[in-house]
């Protein structure tokens, strides 16, 4: 699977952006997709994911009650919409997708497959 990650930009606290991630090539063999971030000296950290069959969805505490992940089957497209963004949500948004179990799907090492990553960046 491909991934190709785009809608990242500069936004002032407050404000929103989605994210969107195409996938392509084999995407119905894949049974999570997920958005982790990393910050500039930081680990990469779990920030959402989707159960791509069922749509179950699962937050990191952080973001939980601003972003939504969701994903279009149709287009094989996965999206993060990101509210009340916070300067601490500044990061690299990379979307992930693989076939992690649950115990382990806030893992990145769970997941095969990653985008290249699009920058947010959150001024107070």
């Known amino acids: 699977v491909q991934l190709q990650a785009s809608g990242g930009g500069l936004v002032q606290a407050g404000g929103s952006l989605r994210l969107s991630c195409a996938a392509s090539?084999?995407?119905?063999?894949?049974?999570?997709m997920a958005w982790f971030r990393q910050a500039l000296g930081k680990e990469r950290d779990f920030v959402a994911s989707?159960?791509?069959?069922?749509?179950?969805?699962y937050y990191a505490d952080s973001v939980k009650d601003r972003f939504t992940i969701s994903r279009n089957s149709a287009k094989d497209t996965l999206y993060l919409q990101m509210n009340s963004l916070k300067p601490a949500d500044t990061a690299v948004y990379y979307c992930?997708?693989?076939?992690?179990?649950?115990?382990?799907?806030?893992?990145?090492?769970?997941?095969?497959?990653w985008g290249q990553g699009t920058l947010v960046t959150v001024s107070s």
């Open positions: 989707i159960r791509w069959n069922g749509g179950h969805t």
């Open positions: 090539g084999h995407a119905f063999s894949t049974t999570y």
């Open positions: 992930a997708a693989g076939r992690p179990i649950l115990s382990s799907m806030r893992y990145a090492d769970s997941y095969t497959n």
